[in-house]
């Protein structure tokens, strides 16, 4: 059988690690040059697909290649565009197929979260019915880790390490201005539907700090959270409250909900901190700080989880050595055998289990009053964020690569999105 191409694209917002699961596509690919001639990126994601715009990766350095280990964000450009259903589009889908055809694609690698395991999860079923099969293989990504099946998400666990250091160094400051002045900081962290970046920050309770963490699980009760609050600053001098963008009063409207929606139909989110640090001044009058993560968050390499990295690294080569074994429809795992030590091993799930399906935090992993996290969710999180990965420096800045990103002459028409 003749060596074919394949295709790679990073979906929605990217990581600080999702370019280590692409540097474990292409180097696995390159060690099987006799079954993958290429892999052909797409600029933006799958809009790269469907406009024909694609990169060839084999233009790229081995050294280059190796540094997307070390480099965050999405090297080949990301996109938040989703595909309707067959139904409503299947002209979308029919072009995907057209465009793998005219460059003899034979393996789809989709590099994203939950909406990219359903896009690639119909590629699988289209290609089928069109007389020209693809292995379509889902290589997991979201910062929000609320996929389900596997372990967890790479992407998740440099996120966490940030939030936990984050929350950590905000509140030994706070707690050095409390006597005189500050008595309050409000970090608000990403997480629409799934607080398991918000339990990252209430980690640092372990370190002593009196933490209040807001859960999009846990149903916002004001009164309940103000007591909350007036009680650790009684007790402590002040007090740190991690929340989740997520979080949301018992009718269902985010804290944070601005009125607007995202190209996934998502409310668009941004502002819980500045709601609960004023709720707060209001009720107490307490001085107060706050912040955003925002994408400090998800793009900070340089303090990247070592087990995370080693992860989306493994997972994109996994992925690749999936298709060569002639498997399609699935989505490389991270199956956890210890948490102590910590110890995983590399597993698989049908995607028609994956596509569409969040994955909350347990009720056991929250604590009683609904704002910590319980020894259980220590177990889980902690092995998440162990270890350095730091990337090189030069002149005292992270080293990171910028690849070439050079074109694919296109054979196919324009195309409207």
């Known amino acids: 059988m003749s060596a074919q191409n394949a295709f790679y694209a990073q979906s929605g917002g990217v990581t600080a690690v999702i370019n280590a699961s692409a540097c474990g596509v292409i180097e696995t690919a390159r060690q099987h040059s006799d079954r993958i001639a290429n892999v052909y990126a797409g600029r933006n994601g799958i809009i790269g697909a469907l406009t024909e715009d694609l990169i060839d990766t084999n233009q790229e350095?081995?050294?280059?290649?190796a540094a997307l280990r070390h480099t965050p964000s999405g090297a080949f450009g990301s996109c938040r565009y989703k595909l309707k259903s067959l139904e409503a589009n299947q002209r979308e889908y029919e072009r995907l197929i057209e465009v793998f055809k005219a460059h003899d694609?034979?393996?789809f690698f989709y590099n994203g979260g939950?909406?990219?395991a359903d896009t690639c999860y119909k590629v699988s079923q289209l290609s089928e019915k069109m007389g020209y099969p693809v292995q379509a293989i889902h290589v997991p990504k979201t910062v929000?880790?609320?996929?389900?099946?596997?372990?967890?998400?790479p992407g998740f666990g440099s996120?966490?390490?940030?939030?936990a250091t984050s929350t950590l160094e905000a509140s030994f400051d706070v707690r050095s201005m409390s006597a005189t002045s500050t008595k309050l900081f409000v970090l608000e962290v990403m997480g629409r539907h799934a607080g398991w970046i918000a339990a990252a920050g209430a980690l640092v309770e372990d370190q002593g700090?009196?933490?209040i963490t807001l859960f999009p699980e846990v149903e916002f009760d004001q009164e309940k959270f103000l007591a909350a609050v007036r009680a650790k600053v009684e007790r402590h001098g002040y007090c740190t409250v991690c929340v989740s963008?997520?979080?949301?009063?018992?009718?269902?409207?985010f804290l944070a909900e601005q009125g607007t929606r995202d190209a996934f139909g998502h409310a668009q989110l941004g502002g819980a901190a500045p709601v609960v640090a004023n709720m707060v001044k209001e009720a107490f009058g307490y001085k107060f700080h706050w912040a955003v993560a925002d994408y400090l968050q998800r793009a900070a390499r340089h303090l990247a989880s070592k087990s995370d990295v080693e992860q989306a690294y493994a997972l994109g080569k996994a992925a690749v050595e999936f298709a060569l074994d002639g498997q399609n429809a699935i989505m490389p795992t991270v199956v956890r055998k210890s948490s102590a030590p910590y110890v995983w091993e590399i597993g698989k799930a049908p995607l028609a289990e994956v596509a569409?399906?969040?994955?909350?935090?347990?009720?056991?992993?929250?604590?009683?009053?609904?704002?910590g996290i319980t020894d259980k969710c220590r177990e889980y999180l902690y092995p998440l964020i162990s270890g350095e990965d730091y990337p090189p420096f030069e002149n005292g800045l992270p080293k990171y690569v910028t690849l070439n990103n050079a074109g694919v002459a296109r054979k196919l028409g324009p195309f409207e999105l």
């Open 61 to 65: 350095s081995a050294e280059n290649i």
């Open 144 to 153: 929000d880790n609320d996929l389900p099946i596997t372990d967890n998400c």
């Open 356 to 371: 569409n399906v969040e994955k909350f935090m347990p009720k056991d992993f929250i604590s009683e009053d609904g704002y």
């Open 245 to 253: 963008e997520g979080c949301h009063w018992p009718d269902g409207r």
């Open 114 to 116: 939950g909406d990219s």
């Open 209 to 211: 700090i009196p933490v």
């Open 159 to 163: 996120v966490a390490k940030y939030i």
């Open 105 to 107: 694609i034979g393996y």
